[in-house]
């Protein structure tokens, strides 16, 4: 067995000064595969079906089966085996919490630790490890063994410092969960908010107004408000590209692996401009293109747009974001569904309903603020994940 060079981790808590000793995971744990459970699946069932779809989307997908045909316990681990080149699922882990619940599936190994091993402590220790990610060729699937799961060598500590550090990792887990759902109830809560902010489609009055707004909305078309902008740029090979990102996750730099056609024509975009993306219309790809970007190029299959005095850029944003519009309007255009392109004149003669220019003015700050929350909230998480990274880093050898 190679010897690991540190034997003892960068960050420990008080009262722990023992070298943490080397181990393979056969020494520590029992190992065993799951079970096929095609034949005895049943959705109303008793017992979920531990598969890797199961693992990867941290239970959100879950199928069920009144046969306990592999039955896996209270502090027992389940691993993913097998996934595709490159995939997010290989060697992560699912720790169990009670018994009589769960049944596992092919492919997916049980780990059980012996009573010196805290199974908190492994679960953290094993999860995603590189060791388990190297067998990963990214040409084929990954078809992890059971010796190559066995053979897994690291460093543990004693078993009540293996409590504290599952202890510590377990209630930033739970501090970043909360995080991440007060997120998504912003994200909830605006899309709610805002579809009722708008009329419905065929109506002229929204369901939900600010105070002192009764007037009705005028029905009137996009191409009033809009003048496609087309300031000749440089070519493929030499223009800063900038690119719209899917649903509606805002106007970025395009990383590109190979260098752009230098008989393309680009065109120069400039902070401020709505922009959308031809072919992913369907797929909310829309923005406003921000001040870091000024200057930034794109093709007319991305083209950009000045937007009128008479319209507020944020209200324009919201109304166009919306599911009702874009799915509607980009389902009943002109072309093939496969690869639909919304060319500029077609979206010039989709209708939006508008408001008086106070109450665009009302509704896009309202959005605005909604979104600075969203914001906020968003780098909360991202610093406790972090945190997570860095105690990870420094907490385990």
Same mark, same amino acid.
């Given at each position: 067995?190679?010897?690991?060079?540190?034997?003892?981790?960068?960050?420990?808590?008080?009262?722990?000064?023992?070298?943490?000793?080397?181990?393979?995971?056969?020494?520590?744990?029992?190992?065993?595969?799951?079970?096929?459970?095609?034949?005895?699946?049943?959705?109303?069932? /008793?017992?979920?079906?531990?598969?890797?779809?199961?693992?990867?989307?941290?239970?959100?997908?879950?199928?069920?089966?009144?046969?306990?045909?592999?039955?896996?316990?209270?502090?027992?681990?389940?691993?993913?085996?097998?996934?595709?080149?490159?995939?997010?699922?290989?060697?992560?882990?699912?720790?169990?919490?009670?018994?009589?619940?769960?049944?596992?599936?092919?492919?997916?190994?049980?780990?059980?630790?012996?009573?010196?091993?805290?199974?908190?402590?492994?679960?953290?220790?094993?999860?995603?490890?590189?060791?388990?990610?190297?067998?990963?060729?990214?040409?084929?699937?990954?078809?992890?063994?059971?010796?190559?799961?066995?053979?897994?060598?690291?460093?543990?500590?004693?078993?009540?410092?293996?409590?504290?550090?599952?202890?510590?990792?377990?209630?930033?887990?739970?501090?970043?969960?909360?995080?991440?759902?007060?997120?998504?109830?912003?994200?909830?809560?605006?899309?709610?908010?805002?579809?009722?902010?708008?009329?419905?489609?065929?109506?002229?009055?929204?369901?939900?107004?600010?105070?002192?707004?009764?007037?009705?909305?005028?029905?009137?078309?996009?191409?009033?408000?809009?003048?496609?902008?087309?300031?000749?740029?440089?070519?493929?090979?030499?223009?800063? /590209?900038?690119?719209?990102?899917?649903?509606?996750?805002?106007?970025?730099?395009?990383?590109?692996?190979?260098?752009?056609?230098?008989?393309?024509?680009?065109?120069?975009?400039?902070?401020?401009?709505?922009?959308?993306?031809?072919?992913?219309?369907?797929?909310?790809?829309?923005?406003?293109?921000?001040?870091?970007?000024?200057?930034?190029?794109?093709?007319?299959?991305?083209?950009?747009?000045?937007?009128?005095?008479?319209?507020?850029?944020?209200?324009?944003?919201?109304?166009?974001?919306?599911?009702?519009?874009? /799915?509607?309007?980009?389902?009943?255009?002109?072309?093939?569904?496969?690869?639909?392109?919304?060319?500029?004149?077609?979206?010039?003669?989709?209708?939006?309903?508008?408001?008086?220019?106070?109450?665009?003015?009302?509704?896009?700050?309202?959005?605005?603020?909604?979104?600075?929350?969203?914001?906020?909230?968003?780098?909360?998480?991202? /610093?406790?994940?972090?945190?997570?990274?860095?105690?990870?880093?420094?907490?385990?050898?």
């Amino acid at each position: 067995m190679k010897k690991l060079e540190k034997s003892v981790p960068v960050i420990r808590f008080k009262g722990f000064s023992e070298a943490w000793e080397q181990r393979k995971l056969r020494d520590i744990a029992n190992y065993r595969n799951g079970k096929a459970h095609e034949q005895v699946e049943d959705e109303d069932g /008793k017992y979920t079906i531990i598969n890797s779809k199961f693992i990867s989307t941290n239970g959100k997908v879950q199928r069920y089966t009144n046969e306990q045909v592999e039955p896996i316990f209270d502090g027992e681990i389940a691993m993913v085996l097998s996934d595709l080149p490159n995939g997010k699922a290989l060697a992560k882990l699912f720790l169990v919490k009670e018994d009589g619940k769960y049944t596992l599936n092919q492919r997916i190994a049980g780990i059980t630790p012996n009573e010196n091993i805290d199974p908190i402590f492994l679960n953290f220790r094993m999860n995603r490890n590189n060791y388990f990610l190297k067998f990963d060729s990214g040409v084929t699937q990954t078809n992890l063994s059971k010796s190559q799961v066995e053979n897994f060598i690291a460093l543990y500590p004693t078993f009540d410092e293996q409590y504290k550090i599952g202890l510590f990792f377990t209630q930033l887990d739970d501090t970043i969960a909360l995080h991440q759902r007060k997120l998504d109830t912003l994200k909830l809560m605006k899309k709610g908010l805002l579809q009722q902010m708008f009329p419905k489609r065929g109506e002229n009055i929204p369901k939900i107004r600010f105070d002192d707004f009764d007037d009705i909305w005028e029905q009137r078309i996009l191409g009033e408000f809009l003048k496609e902008s087309k300031i000749k740029g440089s070519n493929g090979s030499l223009a800063k /590209k900038l690119t719209v990102k899917l649903w509606r996750k805002g106007v970025v730099p395009k990383e590109e692996i190979y260098t752009g056609s230098s008989a393309t024509q680009y065109y120069i975009r400039k902070t401020g401009q709505f922009i959308y993306g031809k072919l992913d219309f369907l797929n909310q790809a829309f923005g406003i293109i921000p001040l870091e970007l000024d200057g930034y190029e794109s093709t007319l299959d991305s083209p950009a747009f000045d937007i009128e005095e008479s319209i507020n850029e944020t209200f324009l944003l919201e109304y166009v974001s919306l599911a009702r519009f874009y /799915k509607y309007q980009g389902n009943i255009a002109n072309g093939s569904r496969r690869a639909k392109r919304i060319h500029t004149d077609t979206f010039f003669e989709m209708p939006i309903p508008l408001p008086n220019s106070n109450e665009q003015q009302k509704i896009g700050t309202f959005s605005r603020q909604i979104d600075d929350l969203i914001a906020l909230q968003q780098n909360k998480l991202e /610093k406790l994940s972090s945190l997570k990274r860095f105690y990870l880093k420094n907490m385990f050898i």
